[in-house]
C-alpha cells in the first residue's frame, strides 16, 4: 500500500475487544456494517443520513479512539460534564498511517456552550478569545480557525447547527486550506448540504441499509432540499 500522509487510514473492531451485536449501538447497520467489514477512511469522509441513523455515533466513537475529548477539543482537553458517549470507542480498532501526526480536534456542536466555557477558564497559547461574547456561530467559526492549523485529525459532529449558509462556505473554506497542506484528515457528520460538499471528501450515506458511498447530487439529503427549495407549499400543506 502507497505511503500515505494523514492519520487514519481506516476502523475496524478490536480484535481484542468484540461489541455484543444484540446491544445499542451494534444494532445500528451502519455501525454494525463497521464491525463487520471495518472502514476505510479518505483524507476526507463525509456522513450524512437522518437523525438516529448513525453517524454522529460512528464520528464520535473515530474521536474518541483516536483520543479526542468526548465533549470536545484536542487530546489534552479535560472538559466533561455528564458522560453520554457510547461504548463503540471502546470496540474500535484505529488502522493509522506510519510516522503521521497525532495531533487533532473534535468539534461537536451539541456541547459547545459548555466547552467555551471551559476553554475561557483554561486560555491556550493564544491567549483569551472571549467565546461567549460572540454568536454561536462567530465562536464557531473562530474556533476552527483558531485551532485547526497545520496536519491533524479533525473531527466535526454537525457544525451547522451553529452556522448560517455564509458560515457553512467559510467553514469548507477552513477545510479546504487544511486538506491542501496533504497532511490533514478531515472526518465530518452533516445535515447541510453545503457541507456535504466538502471538494474531494468520500461521502457515505448513512441509513437502514448502512453506509453507502454516493455522489454528492445523488444524496437523498440534496434531492431533497432541491425539491423543497423548488416547491415549499408541496412539503408544508402536509405538515
Not at 482537553?77 to 495531533?103: F, I, M, Y
Not at 457528520?189 to 454528492?216: K, N
Request: aromatic share 8%; with cysteine.
Amino acid at each position: 500500500m502507497p505511503f500515505e500522509n494523514y492519520p487514519v487510514r481506516g476502523i475496524a473492531e478490536h480484535s481484542l475487544n468484540a461489541l455484543d451485536r444484540g446491544h445499542w449501538p451494534a444494532t445500528l447497520p451502519a455501525v454494525a456494517q463497521v464491525l463487520d467489514r471495518g472502514l476505510t477512511l479518505s483524507p476526507a469522509t463525509v456522513f450524512v443520513g437522518e437523525n438516529g441513523a448513525g453517524k454522529s455515533t460512528l464520528v464520535e466513537a473515530i474521536a474518541l479512539a483516536y483520543g479526542l475529548s468526548p465533549e470536545g477539543g484536542s487530546t489534552g482537553a479535560r472538559h466533561t460534564t455528564r458522560s453520554t458517549e457510547s461504548v463503540l470507542a471502546d470496540h474500535l480498532q484505529l488502522v493509522k498511517n506510519a510516522g503521521t501526526t497525532r495531533r487533532g480536534y473534535f468539534l461537536r456542536a451539541e456541547t459547545m456552550h459548555g466547552f467555551f466555557t471551559y476553554l475561557e477558564e483554561n486560555p491556550g497559547r493564544n491567549g483569551d478569545i472571549q467565546f461567549h461574547e460572540m454568536s454561536h456561530g462567530e465562536s464557531f467559526l473562530q474556533l476552527a480557525v483558531d485551532r485547526f492549523r497545520g496536519p491533524g485529525l479533525w473531527v466535526l459532529d454537525e457544525p451547522e447547527s451553529a452556522l448560517s449558509f455564509s458560515g457553512c462556505l467559510a467553514l469548507l473554506g477552513v477545510l479546504k486550506e487544511l486538506l491542501a497542506g496533504g497532511k490533514s484528515q478531515v472526518i465530518l457528520s452533516t445535515h447541510s448540504p453545503v457541507l456535504a460538499a466538502l471538494p474531494g471528501a468520500q461521502i457515505l450515506e448513512v441509513g437502514p441499509w448502512g453506509l453507502r458511498p454516493r455522489d454528492w447530487e445523488d444524496l437523498d439529503l440534496v434531492g431533497n432540499w432541491k425539491s423543497f427549495l423548488d416547491s415549499p407549499e408541496r412539503f408544508l400543506r402536509h405538515i
